[in-house]
């Protein structure tokens, strides 16, 4: 049955509303979906589980910009922390018996954190608060950019080849690698600081961390310049779990803004951006405090590892990883396995929200 032109056309005008879903690109393969289904696929991978790909350089920027922020504003706490770290000074900062119960020890150790800065700062001098500020952001920018870097890249490319989504998974593998990455690029810089920390001669026997490092070569040869590595490794442990239980509260974080607000934020304020960025911020320092708390016993043979030899024999009290860990339980006790927990949590867990809000707000900038 023959249609006349105006039927035809009406057949054609149809046809055409019909495919107009369903055109596209090839490179999209949209013409296999179902009108709508595009964009429910794309919104529902890139805002729930996967962020804006940043470039690497980005990464590396951003973490040492963060960590240089973090390292200047908690540096009082990170000398204390190493004091009471070390043996030399175990006695002279843990005079007061400590109460059995829990929370008058907590408050215990806040005053004796709190004495041992004024000690510092009487003693010593101001100047003394900020000891080995210098190799440590020589460290901290070096080891933030790499440790950023590092897990941001190896991140990507799991994702890229595994999957093209985020998992559990690939977080672990990201932050174990970037953990072993920084730890052994880093190491030397790390017990020069420690050194500088736990010198009480007013600049006498190291004058700066150059003079530090000439010390340690002349009389302890190259290797030494790696003690305490074993016990940073075991660190990377901590670094990892602190990424993987900050991965997980930003994702969450990142699906409850896309259920109030959409996908495109239109709805979003100015302090609606500024809660959510607070929160992700605190997010990272919550998980800091979490792998704090379970691996800290390795913060304090790390310290004891890259103490200086004895004077009296010219060698180390610390050889090994396991030796460190068994002779420091036996002469001192399970407690001493924290021993600058105190100042420690109250450096890195701001430090950490430093650290982390800095960089989000410079990865967004170059962007």
């Known amino acids: 049955m023959a249609l006349s032109k105006e039927e035809k056309l009406k057949v054609l005008q149809k046809d055409a509303e019909e495919a107009y879903h369903f055109l596209g690109s090839d490179e999209k ?28 350089w980005v990464h590396f920027i951003a973490g040492g910009i963060g960590g240089t922020a973090g390292a200047i504003a908690t540096c009082p706490l990170d000398v ?40 510092l700062y009487v003693h010593e001098g101001p100047s003394a608060l900020f000891k080995g500020l210098g190799p440590n952001l020589v460290g901290v920018i070096p080891a933030r ?12 490319f799991l994702v890229r080849n595994f999957g093209g989504k985020e998992e559990t998974w690939m977080h672990l593998t990201s932050g174990i690698n970037a953990g072993f990455v920084t730890s052994t690029a880093t190491n030397p810089i790390w017990l020069i600081k420690t050194r500088l920390q736990l010198d009480q001669t007013k600049g006498k026997h190291f004058k700066n961390s150059w003079d530090c490092l000439k010390y340690v070569l002349k009389n302890e040869g190259f290797f030494s310049l790696y003690r305490g590595l074993s016990a940073s490794y075991l660190g990377g442990i901590e670094s990892t779990i602190q990424w993987v239980l900050y991965e997980q509260m930003r994702m969450f974080i990142n ?19 500024i809660m959510e960025w607070c929160a992700r911020s605190g997010a990272a320092g919550a998980a800091k405090f979490i792998a704090s708390l379970i691996t800290y016993p390795h913060e304090v043979v790390r310290t004891r590892l890259r103490q200086a030899p004895l004077e009296s024999t010219g060698k180390p009290k610390y050889t ?6 068994k002779l420091v339980l036996k002469e001192e006790g399970f407690a001493s396995m924290y021993g600058g927990l105190t100042p420690h949590l109250l450096r890195t867990v701001p430090n950490s929200i430093i650290m982390f809000g800095t960089w989000e707000l410079v990865v967004r900038l170059l962007s």
């Open 29 to 56: 393969s949209s013409t296999f979906r179902a009108a709508g289904e595009e964009f429910e696929v794309r919104h529902t991978e890139s805002s729930v589980t996967q962020e804006p790909k940043t470039k690497p």
């Open 255 to 273: 699906k409850r803004s896309l259920e109030l607000h959409g996908a495109n934020g239109a709805t979003k304020t100015t302090k609606d951006n």
């Open 145 to 156: 950019s790499i440790n950023f870097f590092t897990y941001g890249a190896t991140k990507e």
């Open 80 to 119: 204390v922390k190493t004091r009471l770290q070390s043996d030399s000074f175990h006695n002279i900062y843990n005079k007061t018996p400590k109460s059995g119960n829990p929370i008058l020890k907590a408050f215990q150790h806040l005053a004796e954190t709190g004495s041992a800065i004024k000690g």
């Open 320 to 325: 090994g990883l396991i030796q460190a860990f």
